[in-house]
Antibody
C-alpha cells in the first residue's frame, strides 16, 4: 500500500529553524516527484514546490522561492521541507503529496507547524 | 502565478445538482488538460475527486464530474448528499512547470 507519512506537529519560536519530513513507502520513491502544499489556518491550499528524489532536482513556486528549502534523502525514501528562520506567518498545516501532472492522488497526513513567541 | 478563481461558496439541497467554476488563464487551465479537483472535509486532508479535467479516480462516486471550456473548468456534483458538504479546490498545471490551486469553494448542503 502506497503511503506518505509525515513527521509530527511542531511548536517553535520566531527565528528558530525547522525541518519536517515526509517518508514514502509502498512504491518506488525515486521515480516520482514529491510536492509540498501549505494550508494556513482557515485558508486554501497553496503549492510550494516539488522535488525529484532520485537527483534532488527542485522546482519552487515564486511565492516560496528563497523562503523554504525542499530536499530529499533517497536512501531513506524521505523528503524534507525546512526553514532557516521561522516567522509567525509560517504557522500552517503542511502536506506532502506524490506529484503528478494529472493531480495529487496520494497525500501525507499533514504536519501542523505553529510559530509563536 | 495567481490563484485560480473559484466562488467562495455554493449551496444546494439534497438531490439537486451544483456546479463549481474555476477560472484561470491560457497559461494554466486554458493551456493544458491537467485540471484536478479536491474535496476537503473539516480537519481532514484533501482528496482527489477529478483528474485530467474529467476523469474520476477509482472509488469516487460517478455523481462527480468535471469539464473544461477555454480558461474555465467546472466541477458538477449531481444528486447532492449531506456527505458532499466540504471545501472544494481546483488545480492546474502551469506553463512555468508548476501547479496552481484555486482559492477554494465551500459547499453547503441545505
Amino acid at each position: 500500500e502506497m503511503q506518505l507519512v509525515q513527521s509530527g506537529a511542531e511548536v517553535k519560536k520566531p527565528g528558530e529553524s525547522l525541518k519536517i519530513s515526509c517518508k514514502g513507502s509502498g512504491y518506488n520513491f525515486t521515480s516520482y516527484w514529491i510536492g509540498w502544499v501549505r494550508q494556513m489556518p482557515g485558508k486554501g491550499l497553496e503549492w510550494m514546490g516539488i522535488i525529484y528524489p532520485d537527483d534532488s532536482h527542485t522546482r519552487y513556486s515564486p511565492s516560496f522561492q528563497g523562503q523554504v528549502t525542499i530536499s530529499a534523502d533517497k536512501s531513506i525514501s524521505t523528503a524534507y521541507l525546512q526553514w532557516s528562520s521561522l516567522k509567525a506567518s509560517d504557522t500552517a498545516m503542511y502536506y506532502c503529496a506524490r506529484h503528478s501532472l494529472s493531480g495529487y492522488a496520494y497525500w501525507g497526513q499533514g504536519t501542523l507547524v505553529i510559530v509563536s513567541s | 502565478q495567481s490563484a485560480l478563481t473559484q466562488p467562495a461558496s455554493v449551496s444546494g439541497s439534497p438531490g439537486q445538482s451544483i456546479t463549481i467554476s474555476c477560472t484561470g488563464t491560457s497559461s494554466d487551465i486554458g493551456g493544458y488538460d491537467y485540471v484536478s479537483w479536491y474535496q476537503q472535509h473539516p480537519g481532514k486532508g484533501p482528496k482527489l475527486m477529478i483528474y485530467d479535467v474529467s476523469y474520476r479516480p477509482s472509488g469516487v462516486s460517478n455523481r462527480f464530474s468535471g469539464s473544461k471550456s477555454g480558461n474555465t473548468a467546472s466541477l458538477t456534483i449531481s444528486g447532492l448528499q449531506a456527505e458532499d458538504e466540504a471545501d472544494y479546490y481546483c488545480s492546474s498545471y502551469t506553463n512555468n512547470r508548476g501547479v496552481v490551486f484555486g482559492g477554494g469553494t465551500k459547499l453547503t448542503v441545505l
